[in-house]
């Protein structure tokens, strides 16, 4: 497959997963703000606010590089390393989030599995009963179900969990 | 009175535009993949290489690698910001401004291409009116007889000929020409 496939299709399973996810909180009315771990681009947080353009979205980033249209204020920017900002987050917000969305990985395996290890206690302590994390790296949380993907999501290119 | 008509142009990219980046993004891609996938369909029987104009991330070359695979590849741009695994190598790679590198390869290589893909717009820049124009004159030379040219904008020449919207297209559009056969 060419890079340009397989870069379409993960584009189209981050935006199914996010749009699933952005349902269920919607319809079973989770209350919170959404949190963004990795603003990359912009692209997905643009497609969050369009999605949800009531709740509130924070965004974690250790070094902005977006379009301009795509970068939220600072009252909703925690910028800076995530080992540092996700305690911040927790300080501020506690365990109030509806939906949290990262997209951190990189090519490197080692460096992913370091950073599932970190990212899914947080997220654990960050997300409430009820919300929903998409990740596109395996976080292993205790008490969080596995939900089902959406049609046409190859089962480990994207995940999607219910926090209890 | 003024004419409305002059007023009103429609924009090609109004839908698209309307669309949350991810879906632009999807969108733009699915439509150079229909779009190459397209012209590399109609090259049965025309000799040449594949001209990238505007290498980018690297996905379209890669693309245009495995539709293609037993052709010459060529690659211009002004610096290289794909990935170091879509890099093309040294001799399929020409860095500088293409006001020099298509009139040398007007002289170098005239007549060896039989497919073009043009992709200078990205997502956020503004049309270039002047590059537009200029364009399709500075890259006809280079043109097999019956070559295909697959832009993002719509660029013509008055010895191209428009082939119809390839199957796949999305909201986002993109160009198909093939030069005279003669």
Known sequence: MSRLDSFIRRMEAQRACLDAAATLITEEAVAGPVLELGLGNGRTYDHLRERLPDREIFVFERKVAAHPDCVPDDAHLFLGAIDETLPQAERRLGRSAALAHSDLGTGDAAANAVLARLIGPALARLVRPGGVIVSDQALDVAGWSDLPLPAGVRPGRYHLYRAV | MADASLTTQRDPLAAWRKLDAVSRMIARLTSQKAALTAAAERLVGIDGMVLEVGLGKGRTWDLLGHLLPERRRLALDREVH?????????????????????????????????????????????????????LPAALHPLLAAGAVVAQDRPRGHPRWRALPAPAGMTVFPYYLYRKDAT
């Open chain 2, 82 to 134: 794909a990935p170091a695994a879509l890099r093309p190598a040294a001799d399929q790679l020409m860095l500088g401004e293409l006001s020099e590198l298509l009139p040398r390869l007007a002289r170098d290589m005239p007549g060896q291409v039989a497919l073009a893909h043009v992709d200078c717009g990205g997502e956020g820049r503004a049309a270039d009116a002047a590059f537009d124009a200029w």
